[in-house]
């Protein structure tokens, strides 16, 4: 899997999105998986965003290939000064990590083009370096995984989530969403059981030129060092 990985990441490219016509690509993308899952109900605009887009903890990234976007995730850093996230909403009982002073991640619209995995193009492990590398530069001490039951044994496998609390209605989805965790403690095993996870020097553009937020602390000065 590391050199499918690899060999993906020669022609890939890791953006963080702020721009408005970028963005609307991704809504549109968003859009076009969600609706091929029958997970959301239809609408005219063709487009997936909603007021989580717009709030000042949220990161949005995206992975090209060949100049075109391919996949992306919605990142929101919470902490008890911005403890703004759509998971929060769902399962509040994550508010008393933030009144311990601990960070979350909250990385949610995972999104990854029905065409590239009709191609086999490993875009699932390659868009999943990015909640990765986040824990890494915002110095992180939980990271979530709001996935549908059957997608939880991926993330167990890959990132060493564990499940915490059972699955639960989320806004404008068809299905339940179940809430798994990874704590800070867990992730050394994982990049020394999946390096490709974490930062690679020897490929510039896979690494993540994450933005600082108001009232988070990077552990690094630059991403590209993440």
Request: proline share 9%.
């Given at each position: 899997?590391?050199?499918?990985?690899i060999s993906a990441l020669k022609h890939s490219r890791y953006r963080v999105l702020t721009d408005?016509?970028?963005?609307?690509?991704?809504?549109?993308?968003?859009?076009?998986?969600?609706?091929?899952?029958?997970?959301?109900?239809?609408d005219e605009r063709g487009i997936m965003t909603d007021p989580f887009d717009e709030t000042e903890n949220c990161v949005q990234?995206?992975?090209?290939?060949?100049?075109?976007?391919?996949?992306?995730?919605?990142?929101?850093?919470?902490?008890?000064?911005?403890?703004?996230?759509?998971?929060?909403?769902?399962?509040?009982?994550?508010?008393?990590?933030?009144?311990?002073?601990?960070?979350?991640?909250?990385?949610?619209?995972?999104?990854?083009?029905?065409?590239?995995?009709?191609?086999?193009?490993?875009?699932?492990?390659?868009?999943?370096?990015?909640?990765?590398?986040?824990?890494?530069?915002?110095?992180?001490?939980?990271?979530?995984?709001?996935?549908?039951?059957?997608?939880?044994?991926?993330?167990?496998?890959?990132?060493?989530?564990?499940?915490?609390?059972?699955?639960?209605?989320?806004?404008?989805?068809?299905?339940?969403?179940?809430?798994?965790?990874?704590?800070?403690?867990?992730?050394?095993?994982?990049?020394?059981?999946?390096?490709?996870?974490?930062?690679?020097?020897?490929?510039?553009?896979?690494?993540?030129?994450?933005?600082?937020?108001?009232?988070?602390?990077?552990?690094?000065?630059?991403?590209?060092?993440?």
């Open positions: 899997m590391n050199e499918q990985v408005n016509e970028s963005l609307k690509e991704v809504y549109r993308l968003r859009y076009k998986c969600y609706r091929a899952e029958n997970s959301i109900a239809e990234v995206a992975v090209e290939m060949d100049g075109k976007i391919l996949s992306a995730v919605r990142l929101h850093i919470v902490t008890a000064a911005s403890p703004i996230s759509p998971t929060l909403e769902v399962f509040p009982e994550l508010k008393e990590n933030l009144e311990r002073g601990e960070i979350i991640l909250d990385p949610t619209r995972f999104v990854v083009d029905p065409t590239a995995r009709q191609q086999r193009v490993p875009l699932n492990f390659l868009t999943l370096r990015v909640p990765v590398l986040a824990t890494i530069f915002y110095d992180v001490d939980i990271a979530l995984a709001p996935v549908r039951p059957e997608h939880s044994a991926f993330y167990r496998r890959y990132l060493g989530h564990k499940p915490v609390l059972e699955p639960r209605v989320y806004p404008g989805l068809a299905k339940r969403i179940e809430l798994l965790i990874a704590k800070r403690e867990q992730r050394d095993a994982v990049l020394a059981r999946t390096p490709v996870f974490g930062p690679l020097e020897d490929f510039p553009d896979s690494n993540v030129d994450f933005p600082k937020l108001p009232g988070v602390s990077s552990k690094v000065g630059r991403s590209s060092a993440a």
